[in-house]
């Protein structure tokens, strides 16, 4: 069976924690976005350097905030005892991350972190249980072997509109799942997160839209700005750190991960054009 998937409504259902950490101001901070992605697993906390950052978190929770540039011991705590970590993340100066708690491809708890990229576009994170799949658009492959662990992000300008796409079994083009054609927003990068697993039927997606800086280039000597015609979107695949990832990945990457296939996150290696 074919699904349709909409961002609008994911991003709607989702809960948000709120923050406990006193945000920082100023531009000495990075921006890191938290998901709790283990199934079963609800009320943990999430403790840096052994303090506070979320209480109460459930499955599916997703919080961004604004933290002073640093490394930090960043551990997931279920009564009291660490569940997950500690491991020490590095967050740099204005840069942008996600820290994803979820499971291995075999189902082992594992946590991740990705860089984001700061442009206009869609985010796709591997963060389920899942094997490897492929991105179908058109009739053809866009990415593949896309494994759990990994992130395939798309650059896009705001307005730019991606056709129907889906998700198939690694290296093939029969979908198995179907999305539906998206538009990117302005100013905002949409991050999904594929989580769960399909053994307990919580395979799903998670959404989370995050603003981004837009810098526009001034025209030089007073001359006055041409309009061009917009190219398509560039995909970019990369790795994450300790079950980090980052990518640039067609949105189709995401419906397929909001019908709870996919979550992706490939290795900084592959780039192609659409």
Do not use: C
């Not at 280039?217 to 980090?244: I, K, Q, T, W, Y």
């Amino acid at each position: 069976m074919k699904n349709k998937f909409s961002i609008a409504l994911a991003a709607a259902a989702l809960a948000v924690v709120p923050a406990t950490a006193a945000l920082a101001d100023g531009h000495d901070t990075a921006q890191v976005t938290i998901v709790h992605g283990v199934p079963g697993a609800d009320g943990v906390d999430i403790t840096a350097d052994g303090a506070p950052l979320l209480e109460g978190v459930n499955f599916t929770d997703a919080a961004t905030t604004d933290v002073p540039a640093g490394t930090y011991s960043i551990a997931v705590e279920a009564d009291g005892e660490a569940a997950i970590g500690p491991v020490d993340l590095t967050f740099s100066e204005g840069g942008i991350y996600a820290v994803v708690a979820h499971l291995t491809e075999d189902g082992d708890l594992t946590a991740t972190q990705f860089d984001v990229n700061d442009a206009e576009g869609i985010s796709a994170f591997h963060t389920a249980a899942f094997p490897a799949v492929a991105i179908v658009a058109g009739g053809e492959i866009q990415a593949d072997d896309l494994t759990n662990g990994n992130a395939a992000q798309i650059d896009a300008p705001a307005g730019t509109e991606l056709p129907g796409v889906g998700v198939a079994a690694a290296g093939t083009t029969d979908l198995a799942l179907e999305a539906g054609d998206v538009t990117i927003p302005a100013d905002q990068r949409v991050l999904a997160f594929a989580v769960g697993s399909p053994d307990d039927e919580t395979i799903q997606l998670v959404v989370e839209v995050v603003d981004i800086t837009v810098e526009e280039a001034e025209p030089e000597n007073g001359e006055e700005e041409v309009d061009e015609e917009l190219e398509a979107p560039a995909e970019e695949h990369s790795p994450g750190e300790a079950g980090l990832a980052s990518t640039a990945l067609p949105f189709w990457v995401i419906a397929l991960m909001a019908l709870g296939a996919l979550s992706i996150a490939a290795p900084a290696v592959a780039r192609s054009r659409r």
